[in-house]
């Protein structure tokens, strides 16, 4: 079982990095990446937040809406944070070619033992047109 999570942990941050890195045009995005940021923030939503019981690492399920009217990409970064407000990990979800008005249920696994409870926050959004 854990040997899954980081295997899934490991293949989210590679498409996450192909997302915002490969082929970059110096800021950070990739070719033809529509709205990146605060736009694309109302279409997440963090619906649970919990330390997962196999694991002892934290872990956020999000709902992901499409309000654009084009199929996209979507890759959000979550942080996640102890009792006090400080960073623990962080983890990503990502949903791939979701259609215009349609929403996806995707998961967002850190990979540190927080040692007690956790918050989860939306901290970045990366959102762009599928091919």
């Known amino acids: 079982m854990r040997i ?52 002892q690492w934290p872990s956020a399920t999000v709902r992901i809406t499409n309000h654009t009217a084009t199929t996209s990409n979507y890759v959000v970064q979550i942080a996640f944070e102890d009792g006090q407000g400080r ?21 967002a696994q850190g990979t540190a033992d927080p040692h007690g409870p956790v918050s989860c926050r939306v901290a970045d959004i990366a959102r762009y047109a599928s091919p």
């Open 87 to 107: 960073p623990v990990t962080e983890g990503v979800a990502a949903a791939t070619a979701l259609p215009p008005g349609q929403d996806a249920l995707e998961h």
């Open 4 to 55: 899954r999570a980081i295997a899934t942990a490991c293949l989210v941050a590679v498409l996450a990095s192909a997302a915002t890195g490969c082929g970059s045009d110096g800021g950070g995005r990739a070719p033809g990446a529509g709205e990146v940021g605060r736009a694309a923030f109302g279409d997440v939503e963090v619906t649970s937040c919990k330390v997962d019981d196999d694991l």
